[in-house]
């Protein structure tokens, strides 16, 4: 009897240490259910081929083929993994190169005065307010006007359409309407198209002339500046007040159809030339 009940009791050690295991075990795949379970229900996740697939870069499917050959990397990290999920603000990259999950969008606007061209909260009226509901994208402005300036203003979420604006060596031209307080004089406008330096720095414009059938304060400016800065530190220097100052015309785009405080979105053709430029 005694021996029967040794033999007992080392069954029953032998099956403690292995509850304990298994206890154990349980506890370690508890955790990771979890963390998984925790990651699915982020609402914010995305599907990694999803995510390329929204870029635009090809199918969701040849996504997953991109994937599992090893060509998308996450924050740094290559990933080969089926189904694995990302945020939306994660460092995608397919083949080196940065993607984004937004359709890609391009808005023109045709800006009137009061509005600050900024994406900042908190500077009042600003364009972001006008072209709010243009799209779901997360779209800028490329360049500025300043508040009191109106004309054309593009927007868009494809960086590589933003560094073509502001490439300083090639950019893309924009044409100016710009009515001064007095008639510009021939020896300014001369002195303007040659290009002259304001406190030891080079300013100069693609071209300048008068306007057909207008008084000689009227005038016609292209630069391939970003902004209109450049345009104030001109007349300001020569002692021209401006009094108005009216993007008409960037690259080929033109405010044809656009009322004042309106926008549309760009066609497939006219996308199509802003990228061979």
């Not at 979890?34 to 996740?45: D, E, V």
């Not at 900024?118 to 009226?125: A, L």
């Not at 799209?135 to 300043?146: E, F, H, Q, V, W």
Request: charged share 30%; proline share 2%.
């Amino acid at each position: 009897m005694a021996k029967q009940r040794e033999r007992n009791n080392k069954g029953n050690n032998f099956t403690a240490k292995q509850s304990k295991r298994v206890a154990n075990s349980a506890k370690g795949n508890s955790s990771l259910k979890t963390k998984k379970t925790n990651a699915s229900k982020n609402s914010n996740a995305i599907r990694l081929n999803k995510y390329i697939a929204n870029s635009g870069i090809c199918s969701r499917r040849e996504a997953d083929m991109h994937i599992s050959i090893g060509s998308v990397t996450v924050n740094g990290k290559v990933i080969t993994e089926m189904g694995f999920k990302v945020m939306l603000d994660d460092d995608v990259r397919f083949d080196g190169s940065r993607v984004s999950p937004e359709k890609k969008a391009y808005v023109l606007l045709n800006k009137p005065k009061g509005f600050a061209t900024t994406t900042s909260e908190g500077k009042g009226r600003t364009v972001m307010d006008l072209v709010s509901n243009a799209t779901s994208s997360r779209i800028r402005p490329i360049g500025r006007l300043g508040r009191n300036s109106m004309g054309l203003l593009l927007f868009t979420n494809d960086d590589l359409v933003h560094a073509k604006f502001t490439n300083s060596k090639h950019g893309v031209t924009r044409l100016f309407q710009v009515e001064l307080d007095k008639n510009l004089k021939y020896e300014d406008l001369k002195q303007i198209k040659e290009g002259f330096k304001v406190a030891g720095k080079a300013v100069t414009v693609e071209d300048i002339s008068y306007i057909d059938g207008a008084p000689k304060k009227e005038i016609g400016l292209k630069i391939k500046n970003t902004g209109n800065t450049i345009i104030r530190t001109i007349f300001e220097h020569l002692k021209y007040d401006i009094i108005k100052l009216d993007c008409v015309m960037i690259a080929d785009l033109t405010k044809k159809d656009i009322p004042r405080g309106h926008w549309k979105h760009l066609t497939e053709l006219e996308i199509s030339k802003l990228k061979m430029l």
